[in-house]
Nanobody
Framework: QLVESGGGSVQPGGSLRLSCEASGFTFDIYAMGWFRQAPGKEREGVSCISSSDEVTYYPDSVKGRFTISRDNANSKVYLQMNSLNSEDTAVYYC??????????????????WGQGTQVTVSS
């Protein structure tokens, strides 16, 4: 089970930190990813961190603004989001997949999904 938290409403330029707590599987051998889905758009990969802490950011638009990290002791993964803009508005999902992060954000790679948390960036 994956449970996200930390979403909310923020003004452009603001920051949010999303958290995802895992249970029911061996967290530290899974790659953990963050995806997002905006209204009317397909779900897109945002970032992924492997079981060995290798980090991948998928869209160029989040590089330098978003930071993914994990805490194996507490079975949590985080997404620190800075300099948010309206294009970041979406439901954000965390996901768990086997060991390594895929080179492309393949939804089918990931075995477990959370229910999502809404992030709204608006003035």
């Amino acid at each position: 089970q994956l449970v996200e938290s930390g979403g909310g409403s923020v003004q452009p330029g603001g920051s949010l930190r999303l958290s995802c707590e895992a249970s029911g599987f061996t967290f530290d051998i899974y790659a953990m990813g963050w995806f997002r889905q905006a209204p009317g758009k397909e779900r897109e990969g945002v970032s992924c961190i492997s079981s060995s802490d290798e980090v991948t950011y998928y869209p160029d638009s989040v590089k330098g603004r978003f930071t993914i990290s994990r805490d194996n002791a507490n079975s949590k993964v985080y997404l620190q989001m800075n300099s948010l803009n309206s294009e970041d508005t979406a439901v954000y999902y965390c996901a768990a997949g086997p060991l390594a992060c895929p080179l492309v954000p393949d939804i089918a790679w990931f075995d477990y999904w959370g229910q999502g948390t809404q992030v709204t960036v608006s003035s």
